[in-house]
């Protein structure tokens, strides 16, 4: 007989003591317990693969430096380096600067940049707290391509409060920040794939930051995912403004109301309905199932005092998304801001299990097809031996024993298994 998992259950999730109150925790931990496929969780685990650090840097080399960048390899043996921190340094400066890079990262490489491109790199480790470039890797020398910014992907199950199917793929979000002025940064969203049922919105809170510390937040070509969307589709997110207040006065960038919308293909809403297709989630597309190249907004955020911008990081953003579910809405946070309530209040809970967001430090993540888990370990019902399953599911590699134990299989995401993932690279 196959390895199985017997599920059954006859508890409801729709019991509600009051307005706020849409569902037991209790109930949803007692059903997902018995759901869940998977075998063992690390009770542990924070489900982090980035880690952050803070590190002054001591431009003290006479190289013409107009630019300091911080790289996750060295530019010049590798193509893939690409940048964790910027900002504008002059020869003989000091800055100090946070950085927020993929754990797996056991030496980061600070860069002095010319006005003409040219290169001055110097190796660390990410636990040293100063740099300087006293004995170089190599000094002015141009190199073969522009190193681009760090890019993270941001996965999402629409099912929460429910148990999802966990292929992490309802949303996908790639996004990557940049310091380009002296109160300005840009933030780039890429809508990588939409696999949800439902309507889904999604927002970013900028963690740290009020309402009343941002001047101004504009879109590059005044573009936006919220393009010409019907009045009638404003029922998950009611306001199309793109900078919020939450409910604790944070500062919250509006993304989209909705996010079959927001990908931008042609779609005709009918009394307060559209067609919800699925879009880069399936290798077979069809009418249902499409593949769309996904779109990208940058947002331009001026602050009203620039002295904390180099602190800020991907760290500083909390990207969720918004959903209704039993009367209420529901906001999907990732695992350590998994009790925000940023603009809705609702039952938030404690559930010991997979979380209904990931954060993947690339923006190369291979997302797993629709209705493809992402990666389990579960029991042969014979031999009660280990048996594992999914889209990253290679022995040693595997998602699934890193959900088991956070300090194995770290990099579990690049090795995917090529028939249950949606590749466009």
């Not at 910027?86 to 754990?103: C, E, H, K, W």
């Not at 809508?191 to 101004?216: K, M, P, T």
């Not at 990208?296 to 500083?316: A, H, P, Q």
Request: hydrophobic residues 35%; proline residues 5%; negative net charge.
């Amino acid at each position: 007989m196959a390895a199985g998992i017997v599920i059954a259950t006859n508890l409801s999730l729709t019991q509600v003591s009051c307005v706020k109150d849409y569902f037991d925790p209790a109930i949803v931990d007692t059903i997902i317990k018995q759901v869940s496929p998977v075998h063992s969780i690390d009770e542990t685990h924070t489900w982090e693969l980035a880690s952050h650090s803070t590190v002054n840097f001591s431009a003290n080399m006479p190289v013409g430096a107009k630019l300091l960048q911080v790289l996750t390899e060295n530019p010049r043996e590798s193509g893939d380096a690409v940048v964790v921190g910027q900002t504008d340094i002059a020869d003989g400066g000091n800055v100090t600067l946070t950085l927020s890079y993929p754990t797996l990262c056991t030496m980061l490489y600070a860069a002095l940049v010319d006005e003409n491109g040219a290169y001055t790199v110097t190796a660390f480790s990410p636990e040293d707290s100063r740099v300087d470039f006293s004995a170089p890797v190599f000094v002015s020398e141009r190199i073969a391509y522009t190193p681009p910014l760090q890019t993270y992907s941001y996965c999402y199950e629409e099912e929460f409060p429910e148990p999802g199917d966990y292929d992490y793929n309802d949303v996908v979000l790639h996004i990557s920040q940049v310091r380009t002025g002296e109160r300005e940064l840009q933030i780039n969203v890429q809508l990588a794939a939409v696999g949800a049922d439902n309507q889904i919105a999604a927002c970013v809170r900028l963690i740290g930051y009020e309402f009343g510390d941002i001047e101004s937040i504009t879109t590059v070509n005044d573009d936006s995912f919220n393009k010409n969307v019907p009045k009638q589709l404003l029922g998950v997110q009611t306001k199309r403004d793109v900078l919020l207040k939450g409910l604790n006065n944070e500062a919250v960038i509006n993304l989209f109301c909705d996010a079959h919308w927001a990908t931008g293909d042609v779609l005709t809403e009918n009394y307060g309905q559209i067609q919800r297709k699925k879009y880069n989630v399936s290798n077979n597309p069809g009418s249902d199932n499409v593949k769309l190249v996904p779109r990208t907004i940058t947002y331009v955020v001026t602050f009203v005092d620039g002295s904390r911008l180099n602190e800020f990081t991907l760290d500083t953003l909390d990207p969720f998304i918004i959903k209704e579910y039993n009367g209420g809405r529901f906001e999907v946070h990732m695992n350590e801001y998994r009790f925000a309530q940023t603009l809705y209040e609702y039952s938030a809970t404690e559930i010991k299990n997979l979380p209904w967001a990931l954060k993947v430090p690339t923006g190369k993540f291979c997302h797993p097809l629709a209705g493809q888990n992402i990666g389990f370990i579960m029991e042969d019902i014979e031999t009660g031996d280990p048996i594992l399953f999914g889209a990253y599911m290679q022995k040693g590699k595997s998602f699934g024993e890193w959900a088991a134990d956070h300090t194995q299989c770290t990099d579990w995401y690049f090795y995917p298994s090529s028939t249950r993932v949606f590749n466009p690279y």
